[in-house]
C-alpha cells in the first residue's frame, strides 16, 4: 500500500518552456504533499508543502512565480517550472502523507534537463 | 529548528558483513525517525521507522535502535546483500510537525 506515482519520469526540454510535473498517491487520500528538490549526491531539500484546497506554503528562497504548486484534489498535486532556465534542471520528487502525517511516500522523481 | 546529522557519508562493506549507519539530532521535542534507501535515479523509499517511545524495532535483517537521552538513533543491516547498495537518509520529525529533516546521506556499497 502507499504507492505515489510521478510522472514524467524524465522531461528534456527547451530553454523558456514551461514543465508540469504530476504526483498522485493511489491507494490513499493525500491530505498533505510536499516536493523536494534534489541535486548529485545531495540530501533532500524541502521546496513547498501543500494541503488539499489551500495554497501552498514555499520554503524560503524559492520562489512561487517560478515553481506553481497546484493540490486540487485529495490523490493529485502539480508543480509547474514556469520558463524554465538550465538552473532549474534538477531532480525533482514528490511525496504525500495521509491524515496521520508520517510517514511521508516518496514518488519515484523527475529528472528535469533544461537544455 | 531539528538538526540532523547523519554518519558516515560512504560505506564500503563485504557481502555478508553489518553495515551500521548514526544519525544524530538536536530537537527532544522529536518524535519520529524514519529511515530511507534510495536507489540510483529513483525516489526515497520508507524501509523502517521507530517512534519515541521505543528503542529498538526489527524488520529481517534491518534494525533501528534509539536513544533518547543521547538523541541519536542507528541503523543496522546484517548480512549485506550487493542489492543493499544504495543511499540511505534517516530523518526526524519534530514534535507536532509533519515535516521531517532529513540528514545528509550515506551511500552503503556491498562488494560481492
Known amino acids: 500500500g502507499a504507492v505515489v506515482s510521478q510522472h514524467p519520469s524524465r522531461v528534456i526540454c527547451k530553454s523558456g518552456t514551461s514543465v508540469k510535473i504530476e504526483c498522485r498517491s493511489l491507494?490513499?487520500?493525500?491530505?498533505?504533499m510536499f516536493w523536494y528538490r534534489q541535486f548529485p549526491k545531495k540530501s533532500l531539500m524541502l521546496m513547498a508543502t501543500?494541503?488539499?484546497?489551500?495554497?501552498?506554503?514555499?520554503e524560503q528562497g524559492v520562489e512561487k512565480d517560478k515553481f506553481l504548486i497546484n493540490h486540487a484534489s485529495l490523490t493529485l498535486s502539480t508543480l509547474t517550472v514556469t520558463s524554465a532556465h538550465p538552473e532549474d534542471s534538477s531532480f525533482y520528487i514528490c511525496?504525500?502523507?495521509?491524515?496521520?502525517?508520517?510517514?511521508?511516500?516518496f514518488g519515484d522523481g523527475t529528472r528535469l534537463s533544461i537544455l | 529548528g531539528e538538526n540532523v546529522e547523519q554518519h558516515p557519508s560512504t560505506l564500503s562493506v563485504q557481502e555478508g558483513d553489518s553495515a551500521v549507519i548514526k544519525c544524530t539530532y538536536s530537537?527532544?521535542?522529536?518524535?519520529?525517525f524514519p529511515w530511507y534507501k534510495q536507489e540510483l535515479g529513483k525516489g526515497p523509499q520508507l524501509i523502517i521507522d521507530?517512534?519515541?517511545?521505543?528503542g529498538e524495532k526489527k524488520d529481517q535483517r534491518i534494525a533501528v535502535t534509539l536513544n533518547k537521552t543521547a538523541k541519536h538513533f542507528s541503523l543496522h543491516i546484517t548480512e549485506t546483500q550487493p542489492e543493499d547498495s544504495a543511499v540511505y537518509f534517516c530523518?526526524?520529525?519534530?514534535?507536532?510537525?509533519?515535516?521531517?529533516?532529513f540528514g545528509r546521506g550515506t551511500s552503503l556499497i556491498v562488494h560481492p
Open positions: 511525496s504525500a502523507t495521509d491524515s496521520e502525517g508520517q510517514p511521508q511516500h
Open positions: 491507494d490513499f487520500q493525500a491530505t498533505t
Open positions: 501543500s494541503n488539499e484546497g489551500s495554497k501552498a506554503t514555499y
Open positions: 530537537d527532544s521535542a522529536s518524535n519520529y
Open positions: 521507530i517512534r519515541s517511545n521505543v
Open positions: 530523518a526526524a520529525n519534530a514534535g507536532g510537525s509533519y515535516i521531517p529533516t
